[in-house]
């Protein structure tokens, strides 16, 4: 054996005899035949034995194939080509555009004539010296004088000649020009008025553009545009790496960058960039989702430009990474499409928001009932929002609206609806469970008129556009229930109401009745597991746990990546949409503000009434009540009572007035006062039939009394 050690003995320190030994022991000449024939039989005895065996075919060892099949075929005209309300809306921001730069121009013209002016003596001087250096050719003076200076004569006379030649030529040329300019001086004098201004103004042009200092450019900027950083894969790894994912680190110690793959170049999608991203084997997209804040660091961008997505067709940890110029929430949104629309087909898919890309996503109505849910503030009352204004505004849907919270949030809808309650009381959370009653009853009622049309009528057994138009009590029927969890959470009506809540949702749907819910408290006590677990179209705003995001987007909805925790405190209106379509969405609803909802329904309110449609609504006070109604309610309290129950209140309003209040009900009055600030309480009374103390629904009289005198005063404002 060698050793470390030198050899001592010897002056050197080397034992050549030694070493030529051992590797006399060591070298052998190897008979290569032999040596083959001998491995392939130890091969042969391993696998006899058990021993390792070749496990990959040499099939499974080739690159694998393009499945062409399989692939997926790229589009042939870009998706917002394609799309009439994208391309319109692309149309309208060009136009739009072009209209701003030239009307901004426009404007600046005579700054801009001002400065050609003032810059055209400086451009006369500059193109004067610059012809004169032509026409004596001074560009050539620099090597005559260093021929001179070094005593090349031969040299010198070469260029003297070529110089002389030159400026024969140059002044034969300037001749002609001077000539023709006399001419053109001429001409121009003896030309109309308009003609010598004209050639005046082109030569200041002229002048003032060559007498331009190099850095101020004559032309303002009309619009300042933002540089956006392109995305590359170095910054994608880069950021995946910072995130902290186990998986990722073990692999890029191994592997370095190549354990991060791309399977399609990173290209230009919509205003911005995206990236298909193969993370490495065992790591999952969610866990980068999770930290969608460290890869927005990562990436050096905001966070609500970075929109990570799952791909779960291909492969679990196939990331779709897209990322925008601009911060979902603050990029612009187009106007809702259905703005300008006077009546709307329900049957149809309705614009209910936008996609990270700016694209519009839609939702459809019909066979299924949707479930919103988020924190308080989030945007579900916007949500709930446009699809009963769509039913609103189909003039054969009948909508019915609830809001349990008490803030009014649907109230502007509430002329159109056919039934409506608003409040956080007990009145209004069964109020809301009587029309859940109602609802289970119409569906049977449905379900029987269904089954009595011929087969050739209703092949599949459910209601259809055609149906819902044509057949009396088959028409779409729409109910929305905001902040359903004060219903479903009810300590006495709220286990009925998960029960009719869970048939209505799984029997209705075949027959046009469609449940809309929202609310802000979705764990199991607020949203029953019935309710939940048979919703069709989900859409979840930001919430703040796994178990929350699940109860409104479905079970495994978290493990599978679709976690609508990742929205951040900005992401007002922003949610995932599963259902819609085959992939969850990330979506942006349209907002509408209050008077815009108004007016929609105000034009729903004209559709319904044209069409004959319009049901009795239950807020709706005649104009004359509304004038009156204030100073009446005072009038019918004796000076000794200081509340009234709403019942009496009404009594007494229509012996004062049958005219006027002959069809009022007590929800039409609080309905109508409620505009006024004026909420119910409970109050003691006793009741005139039966003769016995009751706790009831009632007014303050000092509510109404400040009511009044608040109207006043703003009216005497607006009057000076
Ligand atoms: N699509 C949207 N785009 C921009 N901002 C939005 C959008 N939707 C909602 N918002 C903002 O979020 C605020 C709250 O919306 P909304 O009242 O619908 O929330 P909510 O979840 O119903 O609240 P709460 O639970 O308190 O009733 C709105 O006032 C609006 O400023």
Redesign the pocket.
Same mark, same amino acid.
């Given at each position: 054996m060698t050793s470390n050690e030198p050899d001592r003995d010897r002056p050197d320190g080397l034992d050549w005899s030694r070493y030529e030994t051992e590797l006399g022991d060591v070298a052998e000449v190897v008979d290569l035949d032999a040596a083959r024939e001998r491995r392939q039989r130890d091969d042969q005895a391993d696998a006899d034995d058990g021993g390792p065996t070749l496990v990959d075919s040499p099939e499974a060892q080739r690159k694998p194939k393009l499945d062409r099949r399989g692939a997926q075929r790229r589009p042939l005209v870009p998706g917002w080509l394609r799309s009439s309300a994208e391309l319109r809306d692309a149309a309208v921001w060009a136009a739009g555009y072009a209209g701003h730069v030239t009307a901004y121009h426009a404007l600046r013209l005579p700054k801009y004539a001002g400065k050609l002016a003032l810059r055209a003596p400086v451009g006369l001087v500059r193109s004067a010296g610059r012809a004169f250096r032509w026409l004596f050719d001074l560009e050539g003076e620099p090597v005559r004088q260093a021929t001179v200076r070094n005593e090349n004569a031969e040299q010198y006379l070469h260029l003297s000649r070529q110089r002389d030649r030159r400026v024969r030529w140059r002044g034969m040329v300037a001749l002609a020009v001077t000539v023709a300019l006399v001419v053109a001086v001429v001409a121009v004098l003896l030309a109309p008025m308009w003609v010598r201004w004209a050639t005046l103004a082109a030569l200041v042009g002229l002048f003032g553009t060559f007498g331009a200092p190099a850095d101020k450019p004559l032309i303002d900027r009309a619009v300042v545009g933002t540089q956006v950083a392109r995305l590359t894969s170095d910054i994608v790894i880069r950021a995946l790496s910072v995130l902290g994912v186990a998986g990722i680190n073990q692999a890029m110690a191994k592997q370095g960058n190549g354990a991060v793959t791309f399977p399609a170049p990173i290209t230009r999608d919509g205003p911005g960039w995206r990236a298909d991203v193969d993370l490495p084997p065992g790591v999952t997209v969610g866990e980068v989702m999770d930290r969608r804040d460290k890869l927005a660091s990562g990436l050096g961008r905001p966070l609500g430009c970075v929109w990570p997505e799952g791909n779960a067709d291909v492969s679990p940890s196939r990331l779709v990474l897209w990322v925008g110029d601009q911060p979902m *929430?603050a990029s612009r949104q187009p106007a809702w499409p259905l703005l300008k629309a006077s009546t709307v087909d329900m049957a149809k898919q309705f614009p209910f %928001?936008t996609d990270p890309r700016g694209r519009i996503v839609y939702l459809e109505l019909p066979y299924t009932n949707v479930l919103i849910g988020?924190i308080?503030?989030?945007?579900?009352? *916007? *949500?709930i929002q446009l699809p009963m204004l769509v039913a609103a505004l189909d003039p054969h849907a009948e909508v019915w609206a609830y809001e349990l919270?008490g803030?009014g %949030?649907l109230d502007p809808i509430a002329k159109v609806c056919a039934r409506y309650g608003s409040g956080a009381d007990d009145d209004t959370a069964e109020a809301a469970l009587q029309a859940l009653r109602d609802l289970r009853a119409e569906c049977q009622q449905r379900a029987a008129i269904i089954k009595k049309l011929p087969k050739d009528v209703c092949p599949d057994n459910k209601v259809t556009a055609d149906l819902a138009r044509r057949i009396k009590g088959l028409h779409w029927l729409v109910a929305g229930l905001d902040?359903c969890q004060e219903l479903f959470a009810h300590p006495e009506f709220g286990k009925e109401a998960g029960e009719l809540a869970e048939k209505i949702i799984k029997l209705g749907r075949a027959l046009g009745v469609i449940l809309l819910l *929202?609310t802000?408290r979705p764990d199991a006590k607020s949203l029953p597991t019935g309710v939940s677990a048979n919703v069709g179209t989900r859409y979840c705003?930001r919430v703040m746990g796994q178990l929350e995001n699940d109860m409104v987007l479905g079970t495994s909805a978290y493990r599978n990546g679709i976690r609508a925790t990742m929205f951040a405190k900005k992401d007002? %209106?922003v949610g995932y949409l599963v259902g819609a379509a085959d992939e969850a969405q990330i979506v942006?609803?349209?907002?509408l503000d209050g008077p815009t909802v108004e007016k929609l329904a105000a034009r729903a309110y004209a559709a319904r009434e044209s069409a004959g449609t319009l049901t009795a609504p239950t807020v709706e006070t005649p104009t004359a009540r509304r004038e009156t109604l204030l100073e009446d309610t005072l009038a019918v309290f004796r000076a000794d009572e200081p509340k009234l129950w709403a019942e009496t209140i009404v009594e007494r309003l229509t012996a004062l007035r049958p005219d006027v209040y002959a069809e009022l009900t007590r929800d039409h009055l609080m309905a109508a006062l409620k505009p006024y600030g004026i909420t119910t309480t409970q109050v003691w009374g006793t009741d005139p039939a039966t003769g016995k103390g009751a706790n009831r629904r009632g007014i303050d009289r000092a509510t109404v009394a400040d009511a009044v005198a608040e109207r006043n005063r703003r009216r005497g404002d607006s009057a000076a």
């Open positions: *929430a %928001g988020s308080p503030g989030y945007g579900k009352t *916007a *949500a919270k803030t %949030g902040e *929202a802000q705003l007002k %209106g942006r609803t349209f907002y």
